[in-house]
Structure formats: structure tokens, C-alpha cells
């Protein structure tokens, strides 16, 4: 199997489909969570709905370089979720997400070696392979804090 199709699975198994590493996915996590689940703040930790919402910064940030935009995305931003009102909107933030996250999927999966090994915007990020990879590691970092979150929610 290609590295750009096996790069391509793990992501998806952290954030759609998969059971292997967690038994679980950010999608199975996210599923069924109420806007008030989403915004309950616990202690100085950070909502799931914050957590989403940086989730997707990254992935629609480097998606758009995948699409043959610039880097856009700041750190400092990456957690300035704006106020949600309603389900919809809640239900919109995961949606846009998840289809972010089968885009950003597709693009790996298509990815050449040449293309994976090539730098990554400038020399201080590395290759799209480092990019994808740490994508892949954020991702399950985060997943963790949602999973726990949402068992104290549940408590």
C-alpha cells in the first residue's frame, strides 16, 4: 500500500471511522452531543465545542494548502470559537469538520511520494508528510480531551 493511502486511513480512523488506536473517533465522540453539552465550560479546561472548532482550524487551514492556498491559520486564533446560539449552528461546525476532514483525506490519498517528501510552505514546517503526520497526532491528543470531557459531562 502506498504511504499516502495508509497516511490517508489513519487520519480518517481518528476523526471518521476509525476503532483501532482509541476504540473510538472524534465523529462516534462527537455524535449526539447537545450545543449545551458542546459549550458546558468545566473548570479552566476547554469545551468540546473549542475543541471542535480548533480541530477544524487546522485541518481547513492545511486543506487550503493542500487546494493551493497559503497558510493562513495562527496559533493565537486557533481557539477563538465564536458565540454559538443554536443547535444548527453547532450541528453546522461539526458538519463542516467532518467534510473537511474526508477533503483533507482525499488529498493525502492522492499524494505522490515526491509530493509528501516535498517542503511543506517554508524549510520550518518540513514536508507535507510531517504536516499530515502531526495533523494525525493533534487530532488524537484532542480526541483524548473529548472523551474525557464528555465523561465528566456525564457524571
Request: without cysteine; charged residues 25%; proline residues 1%.
Amino acid at each position: 500500500m502506498m504511504s499516502s493511502i495508509q497516511l490517508a486511513n489513519r487520519f480518517r480512523e481518528v476523526i471518521l471511522n476509525g476503532k483501532w488506536i482509541a476504540n473510538t473517533n472524534v465523529q462516534d465522540q462527537l455524535r449526539n452531543v447537545t450545543l449545551e453539552q458542546a459549550v458546558t465550560e468545566i473548570d479552566n479546561l476547554n469545551t468540546i465545542a473549542k475543541l471542535t472548532f480548533h480541530l477544524n482550524y487546522y485541518i481547513s487551514g492545511v486543506l487550503n494548502v493542500f487546494e493551493g492556498g497559503d497558510l493562513e491559520i495562527r496559533d493565537k486564533f486557533s481557539f477563538d470559537l465564536p458565540k454559538m446560539n443554536s443547535e444548527q449552528e453547532w450541528n453546522d461546525l461539526t458538519t463542516n469538520l467532518f467534510s473537511n476532514a474526508e477533503k483533507f483525506a482525499n488529498h493525502v490519498e492522492h499524494m505522490s511520494e515526491e509530493k509528501l517528501n516535498a517542503e511543506f510552505v517554508n524549510t520550518d514546517y518540513g514536508d507535507f508528510r510531517r504536516n499530515i503526520e502531526g495533523i494525525i497526532e493533534h487530532s488524537y491528543y484532542h480526541l483524548g480531551q473529548i472523551v474525557l470531557l464528555r465523561k465528566m459531562l456525564d457524571q
